[in-house]
């Protein structure tokens, strides 16, 4: 009766400790804890001691103790074993199980883990069960038992088998869960990514593939030290990308100095860039530090480079090889750690080949150029930038202005050769402009567009193109620097009138939305052009972005037209 009792107790007793354990694996989330509990449940209720999780370690192959109950962390830092060492490394080795009934009469049991003399005296057993999960072993739960008459060691290793495939399931679905984070953290990441990439919290808005492309590569300049070279036309929003590259690195926490190199006069420029000792020229009544110096630590963006005189474009690039700078009067050089961005409207490759422009310095600072595209290249970014800068305007004039659909379409359909500057600026104009009902309609925006008439990009006038006079005073005056090494000037200037030259874009500006048909002229191209390109070539002396202004082109459709004319 009493053996039948203890039977039920022990049978009960079992029974509880598959059932708590089982109930782990809904805390797959926390291996640790889950495990522990396991091991911590058969060593109180069922005296299997010392319990360890042995896994393989990625790296070295080794099994190591992942999870134990009642070890040191000495004894888990012990707890090494290759495959088929010691009788853990043999059931991962051969994925059977193995008992030990008396570990003082095995050899290959090797008391790396725990010390015998740690162990009471007496019979000490160890029972080893490999973990599989889909036919693969992927580990090793073992325990130390006291010698127990009241249950066999065969019951033991089979409560542990049941044991081990709940651990299994725990570390699979821990592992699940951990793909499921870590796809998520990537998503996350792309999300953060994006929201960095669209750059909307540095003031740059919208989403076309044309402007994703250029903050992709912002992206990747972000945290390094490369010298960046923005290009596009002027009103693409040049400095704000800088502003972005700066606020963005490790280096936002310094000062940003932004200086344009054509609003400043070429013989203060030096002084402003690189400052100046006292008495260092006449009304240098204090010692100044330039721009340079006061971005140390920081960065330092040089809008319109192109302009920069080819003495100075020296002298900067000292300062990009050397990383020091020396005052005007001084002979002590200083040194600096400074972010260099240059940005220019003008084609640096062309100012190259005209001798403007320094091929060292050139070399120096493309090396990582980002190209940023015109608004008329970012597609449906101007619905987005129009409201961006309406709010801006209604809150700024204390209105309340909206636009009819018409002005919205008229919009995105204008051309913009002023860019994202020029549409803020109409923007700003048409909410101070807008009727009563505080309406802005395609005709108020067709009219401040048709006051701008004349405007093109590059700052050329129609005016130029077409009056001999200005074209021959323009190509007078062209600096020495200018003009490449192989022309030989002309030593009497050009007195006779100059052809005029049929303007292709023209339309652009005197009507706001050219039709489809106007549209595909700026593509068509016929044989009989080439005396055209050829007469706008020499006017230019060879210059091509300047042959194109002078036939009101953009340098693309004009090189567009010589490459299909095999020019």
């Known amino acids: 009766m009493k053996k039948v009792e203890h039977l039920d107790i022990a049978n009960h007793t079992e029974y509880v400790v598959i059932k708590e354990a089982a109930e782990q694996i809904e805390n797959a989330y926390d291996p640790d804890k889950a495990i522990r509990t396991i091991l911590s449940l058969i060593s109180r209720q069922m005296g299997l001691n010392r319990g360890r999780i042995l896994l393989q370690d990625g790296d070295t192959g080794y099994l190591h103790t992942a999870y134990s109950y009642g070890l040191t962390a000495d004894e888990i830092s012990r707890s090494r074993f290759a495959i088929s060492e010691g009788i853990s490394g043999k059931v991962m080795y051969t994925g059977t199980p193995t008992i030990v009934s008396d570990i003082d009469k095995e050899d290959d049991y090797l008391f790396r883990t725990v010390d015998r003399s740690t162990l009471p005296e007496g019979k000490v057993s160890f029972i080893a069960t490999p973990i599989t999960r889909n036919n693969i072993v992927i580990g090793v739960l ?131 860039l690189f400052g100046h000792e006292k008495g260092a020229f006449t009304g240098a009544i204090q010692a100044k530090q330039g721009k340079m110096e006061l971005a140390h630590h920081g960065t330092l963006f040089l809008d319109e480079i192109g302009d920069m005189d080819l003495g100075l474009q020296a002298k900067l690039l000292r300062v990009l090889e050397d990383r020091t700078i020396t005052r005007i009067g001084a002979t002590k050089p200083i040194p600096i750690d400074i972010r260099i961005i240059v940005a220019s409207h003008k084609d640096l490759h062309e100012q190259v080949n ?17 190209e940023l595209p015109p608004l008329r290249e970012r597609e449906g970014d101007i619905r987005l930038l129009a409201r961006h800068f309406l709010n801006q305007a209604n809150q700024e004039y204390s ?169």
């Open 142 to 272: 073992a325990v130390n038992r006291l010698a127990n008459p009241r249950r066999s060691l065969d019951k033991d290793l089979g409560l542990l088998k049941l044991i081990a495939l709940f651990i299994s399931e725990i570390l699979a679905v821990n592992a699940m869960i951990q793909r499921q984070t870590q796809i998520l953290k990537e998503e996350n990441e792309q999300l953060r990514s994006m929201a960095l990439g669209q750059g909307s919290q540095y003031g740059i808005i919208g989403e076309s593939p044309a402007l994703m492309a250029a903050l992709n590569k912002v992206g990747r300049a972000t945290n390094t030290s490369v010298t960046v070279m923005l290009q596009g036309e002027s009103g693409t929003g040049k400095e704000r990308f800088s502003r972005m590259l700066h606020l963005a690195s490790h280096r936002k926490d310094g000062p940003f100095i932004a200086i344009n190199c054509s609003a400043i006069p070429e013989d203060l420029l030096e002084s402003e």
């Open 354 to 370: 005209n001798g403007a422009f320094r091929l060292d310095l050139f070399y120096r600072l493309n090396v990582f150029p980002i």
């Open 399 to 567: 209105a309340s202005a909206i636009f009819d659909p018409e002005a919205m379409a008229f919009l995105e359909r204008y051309d913009w050769p002023g860019n994202i500057r020029q549409l803020e600026n109409i923007i700003k104009r048409a909410v101070l402009l807008a009727d009563k009902n505080r309406l802005i309609s395609s005709k108020l925006i067709n009219h401040i567009i048709s006051e701008e008439r004349g405007i093109v990009r590059g700052g050329t006038t129609p005016a130029a193109v077409t009056q001999p006079a200005f074209v021959a005073t323009h190509i007078e005056n062209v600096q020495p620097a200018t003009i490449p090494q192989n022309v030989v000037p002309s030593p009497q200037p050009i007195a006779a009138p100059a052809p005029q030259l049929e303007s292709y874009a023209t339309h652009e500006f005197v009507d706001p939305i050219p039709g489809p048909d106007e549209k595909r002229a700026y593509w068509k191209v016929s044989e009989n052009e080439k005396e055209r390109l050829q007469q706008a070539l020499e006017m230019a002396r060879g210059n091509k972005t300047r042959a194109a202004l002078l036939l009101n082109m953009t340098p693309r459709q004009f090189n567009y037209r010589l490459q299909k004319l095999g020019m």
